[in-house]
């Protein structure tokens, strides 16, 4: 066992963990923070996103004992300091970002993360940006959408007829 250290959406957290344990597993398990679902464990649908020191990151992909030291938000930690939704979230909720909510917490983290880097993306780059996160309900139009209002856009008018 390997004793981790990181903080959480904030907070300062530790634990004890075996080698293998994913970070995914971390803070489902030991943390019960399941927002971060796991959807594939194979890295190729994205429902498991969260930041790591700033970075978007597959947390199926990366041990818990990576993240030692790390500074990590999940989608619980998105939330405005009064309990609000953020704006990405009240976004997704508006426009009808989600159905089965299954990979919006990986949609909405991908979505933060591409902002904070790319505050104004376009329909493209938001499409070549979210191509690591699968959805199968939506057909992605209404998340695009989303992404766009929460950026402070509209989507063109061709794509959205």
Do not use: W
């Amino acid at each position: 066992m390997t004793k981790v250290t990181m903080t959480i959406n904030g907070k300062a957290v530790s634990g004890e963990v075996e080698g293998r344990t994913l970070l995914a597993t971390f803070l489902r398990e030991d943390l019960r923070l399941t927002g971060t679902h796991i959807g594939c464990d194979t890295s190729q649908c994205g429902a498991c996103v969260v930041h790591v020191d700033g970075k978007a990151v597959k947390s199926c992909t990366m041990f818990a004992a990576e993240a030692d030291g790390a500074d990590v938000a999940t989608i619980e930690g998105q939330v405005n300091e009064d309990g609000s939704l953020s704006t990405i979230q009240a976004a997704f909720q508006e426009h009808h970002g989600l159905q089965c909510g299954f990979c919006t917490p990986g949609m909405v983290m991908s979505a933060a993360a591409l902002l904070k880097d790319n505050p104004k993306p376009s329909e493209a780059e938001i499409r070549e940006y979210l191509e690591g996160n699968i959805c199968r309900c939506t057909g992605y139009h209404n998340i695009i959408k989303s992404i766009m209002a929460a950026s402070g856009q509209d989507l063109p008018a061709v794509a959205a007829e």
